[in-house]
Nanobody
C-alpha cells in the first residue's frame, strides 16, 4: 500500500526556516514525481512545488520562488521542501503527493497523498 508521510512542520517565526520531508513507501517512488501542496481553511489546495522522476524541479508557486527549494533523495525514498524566509501567509497544511513521472499542479492528477502536516509562521 502506497504511503507518503510528511514531517518537519511546526511553529516558526517570520523570517525563519523549516525543512519538510516526505517519506514514501509501498510504491516505486523513483518513477514518480513528488509534489508539495498546501491548503488553508476555506480555500482549495494549491501546488507549491514539484520535482519529477528525473530530479528536475518543474514548478514553484510564484509566491515561494526564491524562498523554497525542492529536492529528492531516491536512496532514502524521500523528498524535501526547504522553506526559508517564511512569512505568515505561508501558514497552512502542507501535503506531499505522487504522480507518475512528471509533475502536475492539479490535485486530481496525483495518485497518492500524505495526510499532511501543519506549518505555522508567527508574525
Amino acid at each position: 500500500q502506497a504511503q507518503l508521510v510528511e514531517s518537519g512542520g511546526g511553529l516558526v517565526q517570520s523570517g525563519g526556516s523549516l525543512r519538510l520531508s516526505c517519506a514514501t513507501a509501498g510504491f516505486t517512488s523513483d518513477f514518480y514525481a513528488i509534489g508539495w501542496f498546501r491548503q488553508v481553511p476555506g480555500k482549495g489546495r494549491e501546488g507549491v512545488s514539484c520535482i519529477n522522476f528525473q530530479y528536475k524541479s518543474e514548478f514553484y508557486l510564484d509566491s515561494v520562488k526564491g524562498r523554497f527549494a525542492i529536492s529528492r533523495d531516491n536512496a532514502k525514498s524521500t523528498v524535501y521542501l526547504q522553506m526559508t524566509s517564511l512569512l505568515p501567509e505561508d501558514t497552512a497544511f502542507y501535503y506531499c503527493a505522487a504522480a507518475p513521472y512528471y509533475c502536475s499542479a492539479s490535485v486530481g492528477a496525483m495518485d497518492y497523498w500524505g495526510k499532511g502536516i501543519h506549518v505555522t509562521v508567527s508574525p
